[in-house]
């Protein structure tokens, strides 16, 4: 998962392949912020196949993580595939390929969802919203873009001939920006004559921003408060420079601080930390999946998901979450029992730049799920304490209604 960005800095996805020169970043998709990025320093690299920043020049790695636990930071995440499901079956069909309960969704409102297979596993994680316009908004991994229109478009297909009025359309020309950190809504308000404090996590909007018509959402994978604004692609450099110009406070950052944020609020990566062979179940992602979903067991999967969710003990393995004395996990290094037997693997790990600690996610045999279970890590040829702990591995900052 993990390249080398600094001496001191924790290390980014292994889909971040550092460039040998220019020309091979010239030669990869490019959201359209990639002058802006060049303009401002941005070091460019290959995530996905896509030319996006790792870091910028005025923080470092580091540095940028802890602003956005206190500050705001904007991140490009245009790659990733935006899709509307027309029609007047598309909460039917939606709930034919997610695990998510669509159909309860208040209007404008949505969740994290799990596209699954017929043996359970994830075909990828995803964000649903049900839009009072009349349509579905999804929001997919770009590392699995092109498999996940693959999959949805046959599936579509497949369900017109079944006679369902449902359709899949690929958003045209929208970037996608993440405005992340506790400062977002003051930074964000100026430019709104909407009241943001009415947005709640997880719900949507439609509105202008300093004058742009945007898809506002409050959510992002962070862990902080923040939003991601879908924006027009011909006024995404204008709308990141109102943003930008509200404040000296206000910074973009890169892949590497996204990817530790999202470890330290115990978010999945997938390819990483979720992926084809793993269930909800295994995943520890079943709050995913809703009591009637259950019930009715109408989801790709359903049966082989439910059989492990009820097996009693359970057995087969578990992401949990791990702290490392002394020396940071990285992925593949093995778990072991305080036996020496290897009972797990790591898939995520770095130094915690806001604990200090080395933190990582890994599977784990269930009869090593407890937190507080004593465990150890193989870092190479040394073999290092570990603990069994809760995540998120640091308190979540969800803007969410008043109880």
């Given at each position: 998962?993990?390249?080398?960005?600094?001496?001191?800095?924790v290390?980014?996805?292994?889909?971040?392949?550092?460039?040998?020169?220019?020309?091979?970043?010239?030669?990869?998709?490019?959201?359209?912020?990639?002058?802006?990025?060049?303009?401002?320093?941005?070091?460019?690299?290959?995530?996905?196949?896509?030319?996006?920043?790792?870091?910028?020049?005025?923080?470092?790695?580091v540095?940028?993580?802890?602003?956005?636990?206190?500050?705001?930071?904007?991140?490009?995440?245009?790659?990733?595939?935006?899709?509307?499901?027309?029609?007047?079956?598309r909460i039917?069909?939606?709930?034919?390929?997610?695990?998510?309960?669509?159909?309860?969704?208040?209007?404008?409102?949505?969740?994290?969802?799990?596209?699954?297979?017929?043996?359970?596993?994830?075909?990828?994680?995803?964000?649903?919203?049900k839009?009072?316009?009349?349509?579905?908004?999804?929001?997919?991994?770009?590392?699995?873009?092109?498999?996940?229109?693959?999959?949805?478009?046959?599936?579509?297909?497949?369900?017109?001939?079944?006679?369902?009025?449902?359709?899949?359309?690929?958003?045209?020309?929208?970037?996608?920006?993440?405005?992340?950190?506790?400062?977002?809504?003051?930074?964000?308000?100026?430019?709104?004559?909407?009241?943001?404090?009415?947005?709640?996590?997880?719900?949507?909007?439609?509105?202008?921003?300093?004058?742009?018509?945007?898809?506002?959402?409050?959510?992002?994978?962070?862990?902080?408060?923040?939003?991601?604004?879908?924006?027009?692609?011909?006024?995404?450099?204008?709308?990141?420079?109102?943003?930008?110009?509200?404040?000296?406070e206000?910074?973009l950052?890169?892949?590497?601080?996204?990817?530790?944020?999202?470890?330290?609020?115990?978010?999945?990566?997938?390819?990483?930390?979720?992926?084809?062979?793993?269930?909800?179940?295994?995943?520890?992602?079943?709050?995913?999946?809703?009591?009637?979903?259950?019930?009715?067991?109408?989801?790709?999967?359903?049966?082989?998901?439910?059989?492990?969710?009820?097996?009693?003990?359970r057995?087969?393995?578990?992401?949990?979450?791990?702290?490392?004395?002394?020396?940071?996990?990285?992925?593949?290094?093995?778990?072991?029992?305080?036996?020496?037997?290897?009972?797990?693997?790591?898939?995520?790990?770095?130094?915690?730049?806001?604990?200090?600690?080395?933190?990582?996610?890994?599977?784990?045999?269930?009869?090593?799920?407890?937190?507080?279970?004593?465990?150890?890590?193989?870092?190479?040829?040394?073999?290092?304490?570990?603990?069994?702990?809760?995540?998120?591995?640091?308190?979540?900052?969800?803007?969410?209604?008043?109880?």
């Amino acid at each position: 998962m993990f390249g080398l960005l600094g001496r001191n800095s924790v290390r980014c996805s292994r889909q971040i392949a550092a460039s040998r020169n220019f020309s091979s970043i010239q030669e990869l998709k490019k959201t359209p912020l990639f002058d802006y990025h060049v303009e401002k320093g941005g070091k460019m690299v290959d995530f996905a196949g896509w030319a996006l920043p790792v870091s910028y020049p005025d923080l470092s790695h580091v540095e940028s993580h802890l602003h956005t636990r206190k500050g705001v930071s904007i991140f490009d995440v245009s790659h990733m595939l935006q899709l509307h499901i027309h029609g007047k079956d598309r909460i039917k069909f939606i709930e034919s390929i997610l695990v998510a309960d669509v159909e309860s969704l208040a209007e404008n409102t949505g969740t994290l969802s799990l596209m699954t297979n017929e043996n359970g596993g994830i075909i990828d994680d995803c964000i649903v919203h049900k839009s009072s316009a009349g349509f579905l908004n999804l929001v997919c991994n770009a590392g699995c873009a092109d498999k996940d229109l693959a999959h949805i478009t046959e599936r579509c297909s497949a369900a017109v001939s079944a006679g369902l009025d449902v359709a899949v359309e690929v958003k045209p020309a929208h970037s996608l920006i993440a405005v992340q950190g506790p400062q977002m809504q003051t930074v964000l308000q100026e430019g709104l004559q909407d009241d943001l404090s009415k947005l709640y996590f997880n719900h949507t909007a439609l509105v202008d921003v300093w004058g742009i018509p945007c898809r506002v959402t409050r959510c992002g994978y962070t862990g902080e408060d923040g939003v991601e604004i879908s924006v027009p692609d011909d006024r995404v450099v204008e709308l990141v420079e109102r943003l930008m110009g509200t404040s000296d406070e206000v910074k973009l950052a890169g892949l590497g601080a996204r990817d530790s944020l999202r470890l330290e609020a115990g978010l999945c990566l997938y390819g990483n930390d979720i992926d084809e062979t793993t269930t909800p179940v295994e995943g520890t992602l079943m709050w995913t999946i809703s009591k009637r979903r259950r019930a009715a067991r109408d989801f790709p999967g359903a049966n082989r998901i439910m059989e492990q969710f009820l097996a009693k003990p359970r057995t087969g393995k578990r992401r949990v979450g791990v702290i490392v004395d002394k020396a940071p996990a990285r992925p593949h290094y093995p778990v072991l029992n305080m036996e020496g037997e290897v009972i797990g693997e790591v898939t995520s790990g770095s130094p915690s730049p806001c604990s200090g600690k080395n933190i990582a996610m890994a599977y784990v045999d269930n009869k090593y799920i407890k937190n507080g279970t004593p465990l150890q890590v193989q870092v190479r040829k040394r073999v290092f304490s570990a603990t069994k702990v809760a995540m998120p591995f640091v308190p979540t900052q969800y803007y969410n209604p008043p109880k």
